[in-house]
């Protein structure tokens, strides 16, 4: 298990923009692929975007691409999610997590998740 605190989140209106950070422990974001998800209010959590380890590939959920830029800092540690263009929809708890490829879904490589920061987008 490794622990990841994410910090960012907050209230911004329709159209607005936040950026959220994930700080991870030493050498986590540069030996592994990092990726971020997400949870609304009575939904599965889904998944949001990811950076590889080498910081060579991002993937992106349909509903974010061209909204949302994931990018990494390996000296800082430090994973994040550069959201542009926000939408009521995107309201959730956004969770950043070490990730694994299983067949053609991104999973979270541990079984447990930090505490998330809320993003909430007013219309």
């Known amino acids: 298990q490794v622990q990841l605190v994410e910090s960012g989140g907050g209230l911004v209106q329709a159209g607005g923009s936040l950026r959220l950070s994930c700080a991870a422990p030493?050498?986590?974001?540069?030996?592994?692929?990092m990726g971020w998800f997400r949870q609304a209010p009575g939904k599965e959590r889904e998944f949001v975007s990811v950076?590889?380890?080498?910081?060579?590939?991002?993937y992106y959920a349909d509903s974010v691409k061209g909204r949302f830029t994931i990018s990494k800092d390996n000296a800082k540690n430090t994973v994040y999610l550069q959201m542009n263009s926000l939408k009521p929809e995107d309201t959730a708890v956004y969770y950043c997590?070490?990730?694994?490829?299983?067949?053609?879904?991104?999973?979270?490589?541990?079984?447990?998740w930090g505490q998330g920061t809320q993003v909430t987008v007013s219309s």
């Open positions: 030493r050498r986590t974001v540069s030996s592994y692929n």
């Open positions: 950076i590889t380890w080498s910081g060579g590939s991002t």
């Open positions: 997590a070490v990730v694994r490829l299983s067949g053609n879904w991104w999973r979270n490589l541990y079984d447990d």
